[in-house]
Every structure is written in structure tokens, then in C-alpha cells.
């Protein structure tokens, strides 16, 4: 399981089951932190096995670059990404 800074991903198990997050930082290669803007708050990502997650293949490049330069990441910003992606699934 390969994630990066950025990637869209799917719950597969919890309660927040079925649900979409984007990947805020990959801590090690069993756990990342994940947030949606909207439950879950970019000020309290949620700490998410790895295996309890299915990799979408998507990444938010907007999101990406901004974690890339250490710029804060908003959480309208990650509504916005979220409701984009749902629109094209």
C-alpha cells in the first residue's frame, strides 16, 4: 500500500466507513493522518491505518503543492477537492 501527500482515499473499515479523506502526511508505512474539512478538521487529522484505507489513485495537486512548500492547508480547500472528486466518480 503506497500513499502519498495528497492522495484521495476511501474508509474501508470504521465509522467513518465509506467516506473520502485526503491524505495530510504519511507518518510512517503503517499510519497516515487523513482529514475532510468538514467532520474531520485539517486541525485534527485523524490517525488511519494504512490497511483500513483503499488508495483512490487520485491526488489533489492543489493540496499537494501546498504541503510540498509547508504552506497551512484549509478545510474549505479540502471540501472543495472532495466535492470535485465525488462530481467525477
Same mark, same amino acid.
Given at each position: 500500500?503506497?500513499?502519498?501527500?495528497? %492522495?484521495? +482515499?476511501?474508509? $474501508?473499515?470504521?465509522?467513518?466507513?465509506?467516506?473520502?479523506?485526503?491524505?495530510?502526511?504519511? +507518518?510512517?508505512?503503517?499510519?497516515?493522518?487523513?482529514?475532510?474539512?468538514?467532520?474531520? $478538521?485539517?486541525? %485534527?487529522?485523524?490517525?488511519?491505518?494504512?490497511?483500513?484505507?483503499? #488508495?483512490?489513485?487520485? /491526488?489533489?495537486?492543489? +493540496?499537494?503543492?501546498?504541503?510540498?512548500?509547508? /504552506?497551512?492547508? /484549509? #478545510?474549505?480547500?479540502? #471540501?472543495?477537492?472532495?466535492?470535485?472528486? $465525488?462530481?467525477?466518480?
Amino acid at each position: 500500500l503506497d500513499f502519498r501527500d495528497g %492522495n484521495i +482515499v476511501l474508509s $474501508k473499515a470504521g465509522r467513518d466507513k465509506g467516506r473520502y479523506f485526503i491524505v495530510l502526511k504519511v +507518518v510512517d508505512e503503517n499510519y497516515v493522518l487523513i482529514a475532510d474539512g468538514s467532520i474531520r $478538521k485539517v486541525d %485534527n487529522p485523524k490517525l488511519k491505518k494504512c490497511k483500513h484505507l483503499e #488508495n483512490t489513485g487520485k /491526488t489533489s495537486e492543489r +493540496v499537494c503543492e501546498k504541503l510540498a512548500m509547508g /504552506t497551512r492547508v /484549509t #478545510n474549505p480547500e479540502i #471540501n472543495r477537492e472532495l466535492a470535485e472528486f $465525488k462530481e467525477d466518480v
